[in-house]
């Protein structure tokens, strides 16, 4: 079974970047979507942005659209999250899973967290004002 490690958090300044890595071990990432979640305080998990197997589809939730941009190495087994623009309210810790597909719950545009596993620990990313 996958072991997926989240890196690259830290404080960063509003209108700052950082990128987050994903690592995986024990098995590869090939054959697996991947999604970038994302629980703030007093806020639910939510889901940030999907990359399919091949990296061929993206998805992005509304709020990080233009911001934030998926891509993945497989070479590396990894997956990024490129995050330009940060705002406070993009403060949280930052998970990563894998999934069949990026393929939002049926009949909306979120994600359905149960459809993701092999969930990382996160990693945190505190943005100031």
């Known amino acids: 079974q996958v072991q997926l490690v989240e890196s690259g958090g830290g404080l960063v300044e509003a209108g700052g970047s950082l990128t987050l890595s994903c690592a995986a071990s024990?098995?590869?990432?090939?054959?697996?979507?991947v999604g970038w979640f994302r629980h703030g305080p007093g806020k639910e998990r939510e889901g940030v942005a999907c990359?399919?197997?091949?990296?061929?589809?993206?998805e992005y939730a509304p709020f990080v659209e233009g911001r934030f941009t998926i891509s993945r190495d497989n070479a590396k087994n990894t997956v990024y999250l490129q995050m330009n623009a940060l705002k406070p309210e993009d403060t949280a810790t930052y998970y990563c899973?894998?999934?069949?597909?990026?393929?939002?719950?049926?009949?909306?545009?979120?994600?359905?967290?149960?459809?993701?596993?092999?969930w990382g620990l996160g990693t945190l990313v505190l943005v100031s004002s």
């Open positions: 990359i399919s197997s091949g990296g061929g589809i993206t």
């Open positions: 899973a894998t999934a069949l597909s990026c393929q939002f719950r049926y009949g909306t545009s979120v994600w359905a967290l149960d459809d993701f596993s092999n």
């Open positions: 024990r098995s590869t990432l090939d054959y697996s979507a």
